[in-house]
């Protein structure tokens, strides 16, 4: 008995633990969204069902076993087992799915709400802002959204099947190729959260991964007409270093807009420097980061469709990261 007792803390530690890996930045128990909030409390309902039926349960079990011999006649036997296990069991789960249907209801969107086109790519994510009578903003690896605002998400898969996962806005959807999935959403707080592509994708699945920014709407506002400029680094910028990211062709699948790089294969570069991290969340913002990534970014990136440059000098790499470390 006594061994009994002590290993009842031990297994209640694992829980325990698990819940200790959850934080506030990528958790659905930290949620920042109508959506995920609904989530969250309808789970625990969920949980309290779940609880109240494996207690009777375990509550019959004991009265069975310590029940004295001819205690409970055949026809009691059946008419316990119909109502114990048939008929409350039932209403029950009836009560369950009967509460839970208005939370399986989509937000509805109008016109003038905010349309985000996200693109799941091998291995990062294309995001088009659609402003109501404004032109689209084009950005990567990172989501911004206005606190207090409907913003209907558009989910495009862009070679294969993604996932998208934002745990402290809303629940995750697929990103399916020649299909486009529609996830409205409200987040009532701002701060700086996570997202996450959840559907293995190949090599580098664990290392796509994008920020989320709640902002205030005003802040957003502002934020999304800045975003629609050239970037400010581009007249200025180190000329050596726009050069070479000219002469190595890196235009051909990037752009950066107010120059003559065009490219729209790969992420948009133009305001690269405000985002905080390089690779879809894979390296900081850093200009040995950058370097690293231009030259070898499968080492950093596992069978990114991205093309290394072994024989570019780490003298050019530098020259080239310093140049778009200024785009802001």
């Not at 506030?24 to 789970?43: N, V």
């Not at 009777?56 to 076993?65: E, I, P, Q, T």
């Not at 026809?75 to 939370?103: D, K, M, N, Q, W």
């Not at 305001?271 to 690779?279: D, I, K, N």
Request: some cysteine; charged content about 20%.
């Amino acid at each position: 008995m006594a061994k009994a007792g002590r290993r009842f803390p031990a297994i209640l530690a694992v829980p325990v633990l698990g819940l200790a890996g959850c934080n506030r930045h990528q958790s659905a128990f930290s949620t920042f969204g109508e959506e995920a909030a609904g989530i969250a409390h309808l789970s625990l309902i969920m949980v309290i069902g779940a609880v109240v039926i494996a207690v009777a349960l375990a509550l019959l079990v004991r009265w069975a076993v310590r029940a004295p011999e001819g205690s409970l006649s055949l026809r009691g036997g059946e008419r316990l087992i119909v109502i114990a296990g048939a008929v409350l069991p039932s209403i029950l789960l009836l009560g369950l799915l009967i509460y839970s249907l208005p939370a399986m209801k989509p937000r509805p969107t109008g016109a003038g709400d905010l349309t985000i086109d996200v693109t799941g790519e091998q291995f990062w994510w294309r995001v088009r802002y659609n402003p109501p009578g404004a032109a689209p903003v084009v950005a990567a690896n990172a989501v911004r959204v206005p606190v207090g605002r409907t913003v209907r998400f558009r989910l495009h898969g862009g070679d294969v099947v993604h996932s998208f996962w934002i745990p402290g806005l809303a629940g995750k959807m697929d990103m399916i190729p020649g299909r486009v999935n529609e996830l409205p959403v409200k987040a009532v707080k701002a701060g700086l959260f996570r997202g996450q592509c959840t559907e293995f994708c190949g090599l580098s699945h664990a290392l796509m991964a994008f920020e989320v920014i709640a902002m205030e709407p005003a802040a957003f506002d502002r934020w999304l007409a800045a975003e629609r400029l050239p970037a400010s680094g581009n007249a200025g910028g180190r000329g050596e270093g726009r050069a070479l990211f000219a002469s190595y062709g890196c235009g051909g699948c990037h752009e950066i807009r107010g120059t003559d790089q065009r490219g729209r294969i790969g992420p948009d570069l133009t305001h690269l420097a405000s985002r905080r991290t390089v690779g879809a969340g894979t390296l900081p913002m850093e200009e040995a980061a950058i370097a690293r990534f231009i030259r070898f970014p499968s080492e950093a990136k596992p069978g990114a469709r991205m093309p290394a440059f072994p024989h570019m000098s780490e003298a050019e790499a530098s020259e080239i990261a310093r140049y778009l470390g200024e785009l802001r």
